[in-house]
Every structure is written in structure tokens, then in C-alpha cells.
């Protein structure tokens, strides 16, 4: 069995390549836009890759081309903006002899714009008042403070506290930003593994204890019924096959609210797969049409990340710019 993980300079790219390389039956290729991504160094010489940009316009039938070459029977991409060009490519890929390890490209596009999740799962759970900046819907009938931020995005990148009328009347709508309610309560990651059929097969709340660069580098999963039932219930709302981190914030209510949706392997992964649902794994299974269970617990476990060094002979690394 051969897997092409891409994206391997990302925790998320390196949970799944670990996560797959434990299996024993894998042979794990992995590939990245920066040789010296950390990831590509796990697996053997054989199996490292580069690739270009996830937005180059060669990214796609370069990947596409490496699966025929290298005969790659699964492909799991890792980065936000390979997902949707990948997905749109599926059927290239099968024509190609493999099978792509992520959501659809409708699951995609609804969860990576961020006013397009918020419309499809308002009739599902809690969702904060989201409103385009610049529409009529937007002007008025705020509490401050609010948060403003891009539709479209990942990570925290761009996100802002706004704290008046005055200054949210400031904001630009040419930048394609969303005005949405600010949630006074604690944020949780859920970490959602869901069949082909789109059955939830588990559902992993964590708390991100602490963050640095957008990553959860400490945290703890966390036992509590109505955070799986509401990221479950997100999950079916957008129609999601293999894996996403769905996060949710209290309200003043104390209901978990819906912030937004990550249709990919999240870098916090590794405290997932601690806790008893290696989600990788499973999905490979899924993928490959394996029976994979119908559904799974976990156990409440705590983590601390720190940094790794991987240690190689210079002439072992790929050639390239520095």
C-alpha cells in the first residue's frame, strides 16, 4: 500500500505521516513546497518529494502525475488551499489509480467560506449573528465588542476585536471580511471522523489550553456529550466524509455555538490519536472501502508539544532552493 501525504512541513502533515507509518503496511511518501520541511525526513529517501505551491498553476497535474508514477494507491492532502484544487481533481486522480483522502469539493467549499457554513447550519445548532461587512444586514444592532474577520482563511490570520460602532464603520468592505457576534464563553476544537456515508464515527472535543501561531502546542479532550452531539450534528449539516475540526464556543447561555469548520487533519491530531481514535489510520480504511468501526469512544488525556529535531547528512537533503 502506497500513501502520499502532502503538506509535510505542518503538525498536520506530520500526525499523518506518523500516524500511518505505525500501521506497519503503509509505504508512506511524503511531500512538500520547502525541502526543508521536517516531515519529508520521516520516511525513507525513497519516498521524499517536492511539489510546488498548493496555488501554483502546475500544483495540480504535478501531484496529479506523481500519483501515476509513483503508483499511490491513497493520497491525503494537509494544507487548506490544496484541498478544494485536489478535490475538484478527484476523478483525474482515480483515472490515475488513486483515491483521495478528504471530504468532497461541495463539503469544502461550504466549510472554507465562512458565511456560506454559518447559512447552512443555522437551522442545525447555535450559530453567532455572521454578517457580510459593506451589506445593509451588517450596519447596525451590534453589542460590542464583535469580532471581525475574513470569510475565507485559516487559522487566526486576519481576525480582529472591533470594540464601537465607530470604529466597525471604519472597516473596509472591499476586503471580504465578516462582522460576527462575540461569544463571552470557553472555545473547544472538535476533532470529527465521519464514514464515506457520512456516518459520524467519532467525535473528539479537546480544549486548547495553550496556542502558539494558531497550533494548540497543550491541551486536554474533554468529556462532554453536548459538544459531540453539536459537532456531530455540524458534520452531517455539511455533508462530511473523512475528517474536520469543527470549533465551538460557549455562549452567554452556555450552549456550544458554531465559530467555524476545518475539512482537514488539524495539527492538534496527535492528542486525538492519544486519546484512542487514530483517525488517520481509520480513514485509510474507509478509503479502501476496509470495514472500520461503527463507532468509537475515547479516554480524557492531556498534552504538552515541544520541538523535535530530525537529524540527516546534508547530502540527504533534496536538492533545491535554500
Known sequence: MRVLVTGAGGPAGVAVIRSLLRRGDVQVLAADMDRWASG?????????????????????????????????????????VELPRLAAA?????????????????????????????????????????????????????????????????????????????????????????????LPGDEYSVDVLAGLDGHVIAAVPRARLRVDSGVAVAGVTVRDDELVATASAVAKAVGLTTVANVQLKRDRDGRPALLEVNPRFPGAMPLTIASGVDMPSIVLDAVLSRRVPERMDFAEVANVRYLEDVFLPVGDVLPGRP
Not at 51 to 77: K, N, S, Y
Not at 107 to 117: R, S
Not at 150 to 161: L, Q
Open 40 to 80: 519529508i525526513y520521516l520516511v525513507p529517501p525513497e519516498g521524499r518529494r517536492l511539489v510546488p505551491a498548493g496555488l501554483a498553476d502546475d500544483f495540480v497535474t504535478t501531484v496529479v502525475e506523481m500519483c501515476r508514477r509513483d503508483r499511490v494507491d491513497v493520497l491525503f492532502p494537509t494544507v487548506d
Open 90 to 182: 478527484r476523478d483525474q486522480l482515480r483515472d490515475a489509480g488513486t483515491l483521495l483522502a478528504s471530504p468532497s469539493l461541495r463539503t469544502l467549499e461550504t466549510c472554507l467560506d465562512k458565511l456560506t457554513l454559518a447559512r447552512a447550519c443555522a437551522r442545525t445548532c447555535r450559530v453567532p449573528r455572521t454578517e457580510l461587512v459593506g451589506t445593509p444586514q451588517a450596519v447596525d444592532g451590534w453589542d460590542f465588542p464583535v469580532i471581525v474577520k475574513p470569510r475565507r482563511g485559516a487559522g487566526s490570520r486576519g481576525v480582529r476585536v472591533v470594540t464601537s460602532q465607530h470604529e466597525l464603520d471604519a472597516v473596509h468592505a472591499d476586503e471580504d471580511l465578516l462582522v460576527q457576534e462575540l
